[in-house]
């Protein structure tokens, strides 16, 4: 199944498929006591999570889904950082940091495919391909650990730093913004 989910999120966003059908709900953790990646059904339900397991430059994430300890990730440096191991699922993660473009395999299956999407109109998407219902929850943990760590070009990310940031949903035509109106 191919999910599509907002690249610049802060706290909570909708994981869609092609028809814009909601399927998940992202969490953007980022305190001091807990830095990490859930992600909720529907009903707002964890499903599973990706907690930051150690500090430094190198961070390591634990993969939890359904209330049990399924893997971990990890950051490496050297030659070698287009390859990511994901030990306890035995997924070998190959692609490019810097477009944010990976495939996952489990032995020689091709398990998952990471690829952006960028549209002119909207945010910035990426797309996560999944090729068993079993492994979506996990496929979309390491999709947005592997997001957190995408490296953004200098130019396009100073040019970036003056535009107002585009929100990663559409909260519907029923939703009316509060605007505050001050007294004459």
Do not use: C
């Not at 529907?42 to 999570?49: K, P």
Request: a positive charge; charged letters at 25%; aromatic letters at 10%.
């Amino acid at each position: 199944m191919r999910f599509y989910v907002p690249a610049e999120h802060n706290a909570l966003v909708r994981v869609t498929d092609e028809k814009n059908t909601p399927h998940y709900l992202i969490q953007s953790l980022r305190s001091f006591e807990l830095n990490g990646v859930r992600v909720l059904s529907l009903s707002a339900e964890t499903l599973g999570e990706a907690r930051q397991s150690s500090l430094g430059l190198l961070p390591n994430y634990t993969l939890t889904s359904h209330d049990e300890t399924v893997g971990q990730i990890n950051r490496t440096v050297g030659i070698w950082r287009e390859v990511i191991f994901v030990s306890g699922l035995n997924w070998l993660l190959v692609g490019d940091l810097t477009q944010n473009r990976y495939t996952g395999f489990h032995g020689n299956r091709k398990v998952m495919v990471v690829d952006t999407l960028s549209t002119v109109t909207d945010a910035d998407y990426y797309v996560v391909d999944v090729f068993h219902p079993d492994n979506e929850v996990p496929a979309l943990l390491v999709a947005a650990v592997l997001n957190r760590w995408r490296k953004v070009r200098l130019r396009s990310g100073v040019r970036n730093l003056l535009r107002p940031k585009k929100r990663g949903y559409v909260l519907g035509d029923d939703f009316t913004p509060y605007h505050h109106h001050r007294r004459k």
